[in-house]
């Protein structure tokens, strides 16, 4: 049995999110087991790294998947960048050791949000950034991001009720690059829950445009309350950029 990882970029807009969903094919994963188990005649099943909501993007979601076919490496991504629609496509094909699980051997992940900061919004960036009209005070936001950087429990920067599993994530990396009008939130880190980075978007948005104060981000930790942390910004700007495994 062969165990082959993928490395995949998508455009998340039409589709569902990344997991597959029982009544609707209309997902990345099973547009991807689609085509795989048309490429070798036997039911594929993909394991991801991780979900992405729907209408969030890739350029470097990974996956797993267990085969016994005997098709070359470079003849499966040729059959995939072929039949899968031209906006999914599989970057790279590796055949791993039969241990390797995309989701539980990934020790990190990177993500961007993009934000367009104009009154006027863009043409050409409002499918992959969130039009956020308010002027900013950069500087403020990256005094937040500094509180936010190290390990915390983030519970009260997600969409998750109180549970049993541990909501505690170290952040590594936060920085916030300008270009123009596009602003760039880069978030590392060894784990993220459920809509945690789009929160703390929307957070420090808040933060630069006024509405919060930088310190907010110390009675959120400390509360553990959802709504004292800014709103949830739209999925459409969140890509997926980079998963690191040891």
Not at 186 to 198: A, D, E, I, P, S
Not at 201 to 227: C, M, N
Request: with cysteine; hydrophobic share 35%; charged share 25%.
């Amino acid at each position: 049995m062969r165990n082959i990882k993928l490395t995949i970029e998508y455009d998340g807009r039409r589709y569902l999110g990344w997991q597959r969903l029982g009544d609707s094919d209309n997902t990345i994963q099973g547009k991807i087991e689609g085509v795989l188990t048309q490429m070798t005649g036997e039911p594929v099943e993909i394991i991801g790294s991780g979900r992405t909501d729907a209408g969030a993007h890739a350029r470097g979601q990974v996956a797993n998947f267990k085969t016994t076919s005997t098709i070359e490496r470079a003849k499966m991504s040729e059959f995939l960048n072929r039949y899968l629609p031209q906006d999914i496509i599989v970057k790279d094909v590796e055949e791993v050791p039969e241990r390797f699980h995309a989701r539980y051997n990934a020790s990190g992940k990177q993500y961007s949000y993009y934000v367009w900061n104009n009154v006027i919004p863009s043409a050409f960036e409002r499918n992959y950034s969130f039009h956020y009209p308010l002027s900013l005070d950069v500087e403020k936001m990256n005094e937040a991001c500094l509180k936010l950087v190290g390990k915390h429990d983030f519970l009260g920067f997600s969409s998750l009720k109180k549970s049993k599993k541990s909501t505690i994530r170290t952040i590594e990396e936060l920085a916030i690059e300008q270009d123009g009008s596009l602003l760039r939130f880069r978030f590392v880190g060894n784990g993220f829950l459920y809509n945690m980075v789009r929160i703390i978007t929307g957070t420090l948005l808040e933060i630069g445009a006024g509405k919060l104060p930088v310190d907010s981000i110390d009675e959120i930790f400390e509360h553990q309350i959802r709504q004292h942390a800014g709103e949830t910004v739209p999925s459409h700007g969140l890509f997926l950029d980079e998963v690191y495994y040891r």
